[in-house]
């Protein structure tokens, strides 16, 4: 059974940081991921990263945050710095998996943990 989880999340002043972990188990996974959620927005990647370890980042955090990831341990880590009030949302990891030679991708989610930065 797939289960992924967050921790890490909470309150920063703007201009503070946090480092988001999330613990995959149950599969391997091809890429893993982080997004996010503000109120009354759509769900929106932040960054995501590959086994091989090749990185995406969403416009408005680059070079701000860092994703890495522990292929043994299965885990995906997110460095945040420089935190605006623009990035309080909930955060939320993904993990994609290829589940046949096809090449067909199932994701899987954590329950998310909240990130609040306050001005």
């Known amino acids: 059974q797939v289960r992924l989880v967050e921790s890490g999340g909470g309150l920063v002043q703007a201009g503070g940081s946090l480092r988001l972990s999330c613990a995959a188990s149950g599969s391997i996974f091809s890429t893993m991921a982080w997004y996010r959620q503000a109120p009354g927005k759509q769900r929106e990647l932040v960054a995501d990263?590959?086994?091989?370890?090749?990185?995406n980042y969403a416009d408005s955090v680059k070079g701000r945050f860092a994703i890495s990831r522990d292929i043994p341990r299965n885990t995906v880590h997110l460095q945040m710095n420089s935190l605006e009030p623009e990035d309080t949302a909930v955060y939320y990891c993904?993990?994609?998996?290829?589940?046949?030679?096809?090449?067909?991708?199932?994701?899987?989610w954590g329950q998310g943990t909240q990130v609040t930065v306050s001005s």
């Open positions: 990263i590959t086994r091989g370890g090749t990185t």
């Open positions: 993904n993990a994609r998996k290829v589940i046949n030679v096809e090449g067909s991708l199932r994701d899987y």
